[in-house]
């Protein structure tokens, strides 16, 4: 102890050098690409950044909080009431996209697990909808979305006859359902490609060993299969979360290719925050309002990790 006591500040400095020369062009990045533009956005929050301040910039006049008042706490605030639309549908939007590519995921990965013929085939087909940009799968759902020559209602009401008339998918509740299912068939692929190398680490001795115990295949799904898939789900969830909360291009291009209003039951968050900055050309309270999704995305991924270092040690 006493030897360790009297080696000199610089140890590790020396010792580990190499190690952060190859940090520093990595750690110099995240600053200049990540940190700096967060402090420019905190500060923007704060001053009254509008199409009358813009040509002053960062020497627009200080509001202080008055941006974060009429986002959070001022009741005639137009901007509050759109705050609060775009908060639930981003809530439902990404508790429901989640869950549906992980569910689809899971359930392709399952069938390609198995053995057959042209399966390598059908993987590389599974993955044409991950290919496609987003904005190109805004694009073409917002077409397939059209009330009377869309392709969905035609499958469901002239071919299937599921439906009595044609309803209107791109206006009124139906809305969170028309960018609900684009974007879980934009990134389901992803989580079927993850499960399914999750899947083939798996040992089969360990289903037949189940099976000897006379545990049909949805137990061993239960008691083998998704224990031991958790890391990867786990991680899907993460992923979904931030992918999802942070959604952006189908939404904005499959209503009037960037240009139009997803209207009440479409709007999320960064639609609500784009418009705010850059339609209304309010910056100062689109900042304050990305500010506020921050604060609240990291404590939504601490707490995730809180439940994902438990679930770790259980295993």
Known sequence: MAIANQRPRNYYYKKYRIAYAFIAPTLIGMIVMHFIPILQGIYMSFLSLNNYTLSQYLGAPMVWFQN????LLNPSSPIR?????????????????????IGLGMIVALMLNLEFPGRSFVRTLFLFSWIVPTYVTGILWGFMWQQSIGIINIILVDWLHLLPTKPFWLVGPNT????????????????MIMLLAGLQNISAELYDAVKIDGANRWTSFWKITWPLLRPVW???VLFGMIYNVYSFNIVIMMFGNGAGFPGEWGDLMMTNIFRNSFMRWDFGVGAATSVILLMFMIMAVNIWFRFYKKAEESV
Request: aromatic fraction near 16%; charge should be positive; charged fraction near 5%.
């Open 176 to 191: 969170i359902w028309a960018i609900i299912v684009p974007t879980i068939w934009r990134y389901w692929p992803m989580s």
């Open 81 to 101: 009431i759109g705050l609060l639309q775009s908060v639930r549908n981003t809530i439902i939007y990404t508790v429901l996209v989640t869950t549906g590519q």
């Open 234 to 236: 786990m991680i899907q």
């Open 68 to 71: 974060y008042y009429d986002v």
